[in-house]
């Protein structure tokens, strides 16, 4: 992440923590608490993410609405979607969480797109602490309180709380991400043995009221729970 110029008599940028050279993080998504976005008929699915430059498909984590009020489910079967993995260098302060909701417009063949619905913040040095543990301590567990945020884009907001209130809360797992295609093996085999696959099946058996016994992928199902909670709320 960029930081800015040393304030001063300092001369340079300021010194950067030793985690922030690490190539890549990995996020799981344990439990979820967003009534407000539940609640609004216009969502499709909620991506979460680190705060980056631009949200990217491979570094959010898709969830879709349950049957039970505020549930929400894994989008995916298996493996796919239970870690969503990043580049450090692709982050940017301050360190938070961003919930994005998709949404479609009410045209024929329009584009599905991301709106910022929520943020939450942590300080830095969670962060840090997250990328700089020891592998076989596993990942680090950090609860986020999601503020409901001004859209990126030219949308209204999603929610008809003000911005800055308190939309709800995301827990999530963070941790280094030990890739082959990055880092020396002789890092890798200190301490990281099979971890990334032990998160991985962590994540897909599901923690909180994210689980895979509620995860939905028929088409038809998905329209047709998304009809009948958004028709119940209105």
Do not use: H
């Amino acid at each position: 992440p960029r930081a800015a110029f040393s304030r001063g008599g300092r001369s340079g940028l300021r010194v950067l923590e030793p985690s922030f050279f690490w190539p890549e993080w990995e996020l799981s998504v344990v439990s979820v608490s967003l009534p407000s976005l539940w609640f609004e008929r216009r969502v499709e699915a909620l991506a979460i993410s680190l705060g980056l430059v631009t949200c990217r498909e491979e570094s959010a984590v898709y969830i879709l609405r349950r049957e039970d009020e505020d549930g929400w489910a894994l989008d995916g079967q298996g493996d796919d979607n239970t870690i969503a993995v990043g580049r450090v260098g692709s982050l940017r302060g301050p360190f938070r969480l961003q919930v994005f909701a998709r949404s479609t417009g009410n045209l024929e063949l329009a584009t599905p797109v991301l709106i910022l619905a929520g943020e939450g913040f942590l300080p830095t040095a969670d962060l840090a602490k997250a990328l700089t543990r020891p592998f076989r301590q596993g990942a680090l567990t950090l609860e986020f309180e999601v503020l409901a945020a001004k859209p990126d884009l030219e949308e209204e907001p999603l929610t008809k709380l003000p911005l800055g209130e308190k939309i709800g809360q995301v827990v999530v797992k963070v941790a280094p991400a030990a890739s082959a295609k990055v880092m020396p093996s002789r890092y890798l085999k200190q301490d990281w043995e099979g971890g990334d696959q032990e998160q991985r099946n962590d994540a897909a058996q599901g923690f909180g009221n994210i689980g895979p016994e509620a995860i939905v992928k028929d088409e038809e199902q998905v329209a047709a729970l998304r009809s009948n909670k958004s028709l119940a709320v209105s």
